[in-house]
């Protein structure tokens, strides 16, 4: 630990207000201002902390999941009363810990709040600063939803050139990168998305072959038998539901669905059954759930990989970036009405 004089700061935080039914709004959470003293609290032998300060927080559909009392996810709920929690890049201040010291980036889990005291520190991954890739980045092309399309697409979807790929929610965190590793490895790629500016992306900016707004669409299986007249082999599932079934009736035999993520049902009481199952057996298709986390072997290949193809300028990435942890809370409900574009992140500090 750096010794230094004693100081309290002022410390903003965003706290849970308690558990909730349906679609988040701004109300579930709330602004609060506290003081923070500037040093590392008394550790228990054989434990450590770090102080940080948060420069970014990252906006994800998964934290819908823990603001509802359920403690049988792979991820506990959030605690009624105290400070959000969720993946962010921070700036260490002080560490009793000898592989992080001050002035160190890291990635990880903190707290929604200006300032963090970190005890599980096995979690956090020291990032190695770069000119070329923005920090923001550890929290999107680089960081869980990129890591999530690295895994998904490679293990799970087992693709070949040539094949052709449909991606959900394809302008979102995961889905963009998706995308664009499935051109780089040959296939054909539609993806679907919820604006004319999100299919303009897709198309002009990320290199879809193809994409189209789901909103605009009466009948989905007669959208994608439109764009997909020979059926899809990978489906890339982001949101279920409707679209889930749909590409059921669409898929090619031994195709393979990568269910990622149900944004479609995050917020249902009653979820949305699937009709089309049936498919699955008479074209032998392969359904898998995944977490990113299954694959953290994988993750220093995905980092060396998708650096690479960053700053050669052959994937783009985008993200959405709100100014000031007061924007924390509209910017993490904007995500279950699309009101991003990209990855959604806060800046809460300048570097």
């Known amino acids: 630990m750096i010794a230094g004089e004693e ?51 990252s906006c994800d559909p998964y934290m819908r999941g823990r603001m509802r009392d ?42 929604w709040e200006e300032y963090s005291f970190i005890h599980k520190t096995d979690q956090l991954r ?43 929610a394809a302008s979102g965190a995961v889905g963009q990168l998706v995308g664009q590793l499935a051109k780089l490895h040959g296939c054909y790629v539609v993806g679907s998305a919820g604006s004319k500016e999100k299919v303009d992306l897709l198309k002009n900016k990320l290199g879809f072959d193809e994409a189209f707004n789901y909103k605009e669409e009466l009948d989905l299986d007669a959208a994608l038998k439109r764009y997909f007249p020979q059926g899809i082999d990978i489906y890339f ?29 995050n917020s249902l009481s009653n979820p949305q059954g699937i009709h089309n ?41 985008v993200e959405d970036m709100n100014e000031g942890l007061e924007s924390a809370p509209a910017a993490l409900v904007g995500l279950f009405y699309g009101k991003n574009v990209g990855k959604q992140v806060i800046r809460v500090a300048h570097e």
């Open 126 to 168: 020291k990032i190695q600063p770069d000119h070329q890739i923005p920090l923001s980045f550890h929290l999107g092309l680089l960081g869980m939803p990129g890591f999530t399309a690295y895994a998904g697409f490679y293990e799970v979807c087992s693709p070949s050139k040539g094949e052709y790929v449909f991606v959900s």
């Open 70 to 111: 359920f403690h049988g996810s792979y991820i506990a709920p959030f605690v009624p009363s105290q400070v959000l929690e969720g993946f962010g890049v921070s700036k260490v201040i002080f560490s009793d810990n000898p592989n992080f010291k001050a002035g160190d980036f890291i990635s990880g889990f903190t707290g």
């Open 237 to 265: 599932d982001n949101v279920g539901g409707d679209m889930l079934d749909a590409a059921l009736l669409n898929m090619r035999i031994h195709g393979r669905i990568a269910l990622c993520g149900m944004v479609s049902q």
């Open 277 to 317: 199952l049936y498919n699955l057996i008479t074209k032998r298709v392969r359904m898998q759930g995944f977490l990113q986390s299954d694959y953290l072997h994988l993750y220093p290949r995905f980092l060396e990989h998708v650096s690479s193809y960053y700053k050669q300028g052959k994937i783009f990435y």
């Open 7 to 57: 100081e309290k700061v002022e410390n903003k935080q965003v706290i849970f207000k308690g558990y909730i039914d349906g679609v988040p709004k701004e109300t579930d959470m709330e602004l609060k201002l506290t003081k923070i003293e500037l040093k590392l609290p008394t550790q228990a032998q054989g434990t450590s902390a770090l102080l940080v300060k948060n420069l970014y927080l």
